[in-house]
């Protein structure tokens, strides 16, 4: 493991369920393009508001991911 | 929507069961009296114990809704 | 209240459910060395991903606990 | 000067020309209703995108006022 | 206490003598509008100099009170 | 809107004449390349000096745009 | 000094006066099973009101003190 | 460049005009008596309110210029 | 005042008896060679202990004053 | 240089060795793909923990690269 | 892994070396009554500075080592 | 110690080998003209690159000076 590198994307997730599936959204998107997803750090949580009620949770992560050699 | 403009509330909503209403509960008591809310941003995320556990989670959240003219 | 001297513990909990679970797994071990456990704070909530899915939240908590005269 | 309480507002205003003009925006609206306004203090500057182009500057600013006695 | 919602106002006291005086004046002048006071978290201190001393702290302060149903 | 998927970009653009200008430069570059942006927040301003003068800002912007299906 | 290895505690004091007796409360408390405190940087200043008036002050310090050999 | 010294100055610069000019100022006044100015980063900006409106912008920059042997 | 440009100094002054005090002693001593001091912004406020008690306070804090034309 | 537009990339690198090392180590792998690399900036610096020592140093750095029109 | 718990501490080592030897020298003494550390975070760098030159290096560290069941 | 005043420079040093080479030359350079240098603390961890390699390391350093009566 101490010779990996990793880089870092940026991704805003959205559900109208739950900040955790906001994460899971944005990382089933993400995983259509990136392999080896190792880990994500949630950096804000916000969200839109209908009707005085939370429409749906945006939820911004960060996901490393293993550069290959 | 360029030339609306926005005011934040800042609200700390709580509830024993779970992060999403603990905000649910603050907007629904700022919609009595505020109309026009469009979006929030949670900003911290506390809580009380009672016997070891979780008693209340306690979320802060800043709420955006439009002045109107 | 006012006399009421705290000290902070923080841990990290993980959960493969939820948020609120790691935060709640966190609390049931320390509650088996600290007593009178009085609030926490959210200061990160990270993850680990296996096959593109959220394998298993981490959440760090600040917990205060009133020290004992 | 010594014994004045001011209270601040936390406002988001808009414009398609500048970041000056979106904070005299914000001000205008509230000058409607505030009166006493002293300072503000610009805490985001951020905005939308059309075409390729920002579409309006939103900047978020708190705004600082006297509470008279 | 888990129902309670809470608003926050932030607010700017000052004083000649001492920080806990500005925080003091601060919380006296929003009691005569504001009830159900609970707590406040200082989040700025600054201060005017004349003649090379401390002419008066200006202490910036969140209040949170319960919002009544 | 509550089930799209947003991937943030960090730019840095320039300009001799203004902070929107060195915006506006970061976002035509990245459009050439990037369908679907929405949305930026300015992150740091900076900029360069030549003979005690303001030479070019440098401005950080974070962008998002849609990751479409 | 150079090969001294501290540990940090992170303690909440309290007291009905002052900001600077909540600090010292808080390490009269701790000096009871600690040894060798050294500093001390505060981190958050907070309080509780009763009637409009601040009850008492809250003083979060981590306090340094040196591990023995 | 790998061997250059720099210092960081902290300005505060104003001007009715726009939060560009305002640092332009802060420039033009360190260049009387600071040579070598390199660059500048802009971490606040703030301004006074007059009847309702932007009566300056006060912007406050650290400047880097190079130490000479 | 919209034309005055300002500087910045950090210093950190310290007292046995007070933040306050702490903050004075800065300014007493900045004064010797500084004129035109015109507000401060406290930014750090730490200690030394001594036998389990605050021997003396650290307080760090930003001054502002006016650059002469 | 006033009209580059520069792109900032996050990475994560990791050597036995030193941070010096992880840092070069994350550059020599984001090379091979990515060309006119100008600067970074360190914002982490974290590492695991194998017996009681450092195992590796994992450092997270923004890279800035020039992107060519 | 996802049902582990962890405790972080937080340390100052401190080295005439390096600002590696400081984070070593920390573990290397928390090993002694630590079982079962994992990783670190640097979250402070600093040192104390003796005839012009930096005398040793302190570096804070957070430390998470599991809890065992 | 408790009656000391201190001022803070802040430095930015550079290096090809090192971040500590970079602060120990920020150092020197600083102390051709300020006297009683006491401690820093690193703000900023960047550097320049050439040919995919670290040319130099740029490191930001507050540095504490007494100043004498």
């Known amino acids: 493991m101490s ?4 880089k870092k994307l940026e991704l ?3 559900s109208a369920e739950s ?3 906001a994460v ?5 998107r993400a ?3 990136v392999r080896n997803m190792r880990w994500f750090e949630v950096t804000e949580t ?7 009620k939370v429409d749906h949770w945006q939820v ?3 996901v490393g991911f293993t550069l290959e050699d």
Chains 1, 2, 3, 4, 5, 6, 7, 8, 9, 10, 11, 12 share one sequence.
Do not use: C, D
Not at 24 to 28: D, E, G, I, W
């Open 46 to 52: 916000r969200g839109h508001i209908e009707n005085g």
């Open 3 to 6: 010779n990996h590198i990793y």
């Open 24 to 28: 899971q959204n944005a990382l089933a």
């Open 19 to 21: 900040i955790e599936a």
């Open 60 to 62: 911004t992560v960060k």
């Open 31 to 33: 995983g259509k393009t």
């Open 12 to 14: 805003v997730g959205s």
